[in-house]
Structure formats: structure tokens, C-alpha cells
């Protein structure tokens, strides 16, 4: 089974920053990371969109 692309979306300022690969068999739920925003000039969390 392939691993699958997903985009991350800023939490606060909801801009598509990140992309990144994960096994949707081992996760099948929304990943979450904190990440820095280059917008927002700080970290803030990224969650996965669909």
C-alpha cells in the first residue's frame, strides 16, 4: 500500500503551508502537527484537510 499525500492547514490563519506522506492504514484519523506558520511568524497547529 502507498503513502499517501496530505496538505496541512494552518489552524489560525487556515493557509495550506505544508504538505506532507503518511499510511492511511496506520492513521486513518486527521493528523495534527505543530508547525511554524510563515505568515503568523510563530508555531501554531496544522491539521490535516481533506
Known amino acids: 500500500m502507498a503513502r499517501e499525500l496530505v496538505i496541512l492547514e494552518c489552524t489560525e490563519c487556515k493557509r495550506r503551508n505544508y504538505t506532507t506522506k503518511k499510511e492511511k492504514r496506520n492513521t486513518p ?7 511554524y506558520c510563515k505568515f503568523e511568524h510563530k508555531h501554531t497547529l496544522h491539521k490535516e484537510t481533506r
Open 29 to 35: 484519523e486527521r493528523l495534527e502537527k505543530m508547525k
